[in-house]
């Protein structure tokens, strides 16, 4: 069983950042891709960006290039989402999410776990 525990959302600023954390527990966290997805009020879940295993790919969804990056540390079970430049329409619930293989993917049938998630609001 794996748990994953985002933080780090929070109100901002149009033109602000943010970084979010997830924590994931169990020991084969390396082996894995891992993903970021958002879900604001009304609209479905989309994909944000994912970073293989090793963190040597990183894919992003064209919204958030440039603005965005994933990054991991396994050796601390810690993926993270520095979010820049963010802007009204990046407010949503975050959630990050373990990949069932090790390379990236936008497709949310390749995530088999998922944290609680996380707010970010954007003030405009």
């Known amino acids: 069983q794996v748990q994953l525990v985002e933080s780090g959302g929070g109100l901002v600023q149009a033109g602000g950042s943010l970084r979010l954390s997830c924590a994931a527990s169990g020991r084969t966290f390396s082996h894995y891709a891992m993903g970021w997805f958002r879900q604001a009020p009304g609209k479905e879940r989309e994909f944000v960006a994912a970073?293989?295993?090793?963190?040597?790919?990183?894919y992003y969804a064209d919204s958030v290039k440039g603005r965005f990056t994933i990054s991991r540390d396994n050796a601390k079970n810690t993926v993270f989402l520095q979010m820049n430049s963010l802007k009204p329409e990046d407010a949503a619930v975050y959630y990050c999410a373990k990949g069932r293989y090790g390379g990236t993917s936008q497709r949310e049938y390749d995530y088999d776990y998922w944290g609680q998630g996380t707010q970010v609001t954007v003030s405009s």
């Open positions: 970073i293989s295993w090793s963190a040597g790919s990183t």
